[in-house]
């Protein structure tokens, strides 16, 4: 079945970043951001939480779109054990900066679609692996005041300056890092009956 209308595709994020991506696939769709507690639970992984909060995010919006296609999507970036959200300010980002400097991250983005409709709820995460350059205490501070990435984890905003501060990116969806990874949303859309071309 096609979802148009009212019937349509249903974006649960506030990312302006993540509006931008999915405009990509001239797919028609509605925003409407999910108000959750994005709090790490005790003992969950970087991927555990990525993964709950997408699909959080789309259960909140589901019952004010009950015929409609949901799109969640969370990013928790992890060093070891220790795990990064979006830092909310300045100090948190120059600690996150600071912890990641020299070293590699892994980025984990996931993405959910519930069909509200029938309940069926798909996901998946794609991990993505960030060499960090080694970042003095002035790099830092003047790619903050660049780039403001205050509402990233990891604070590194890719797309923009944030660039200047790392030295190799793998993964299997280039878009994964910049918050919605696509190619796993199109597998997840088509599941649905849903395709941008």
Known sequence: MVFSGKDGLVLASASRYRRGLLDQLRLHYT???????????????????????????????????????????DQVA??????????????????????????????????????????????AV????????????????????????YDCAGSARIEGLGIALVERVRSDDPSALLGLPLIALLDLLAAEGVSAL
Request: glycine share 6%; with cysteine.
């Open 126 to 149: 794609v991990p993505t692996e960030v060499r960090f350059r080694r970042l003095g205490e002035t790099a830092i501070e003047k790619y903050l005041q660049a780039d403001l990435p």
């Open 31 to 73: 925003v409407c951001p999910a108000d959750i507690d994005e709090s790490q639970r005790a003992h969950e992984t970087a991927v555990e939480l990525a993964t709950r909060l997408a699909r959080e995010k789309a259960r909140a919006v589901a019952p004010r779109y009950p015929h409609s296609l949901i799109i969640g999507s």
């Open 78 to 123: 992890s060093l070891s054990e220790r795990i990064f959200g979006k830092p909310g300010d300045h100090p948190g980002a120059v600690a996150q900066l600071r912890a990641m400097s020299g070293r590699t991250v892994q980025f984990h983005t996931a993405v959910c679609v519930l069909n509200a409709r029938t309940g069926v709820e798909r996901s």
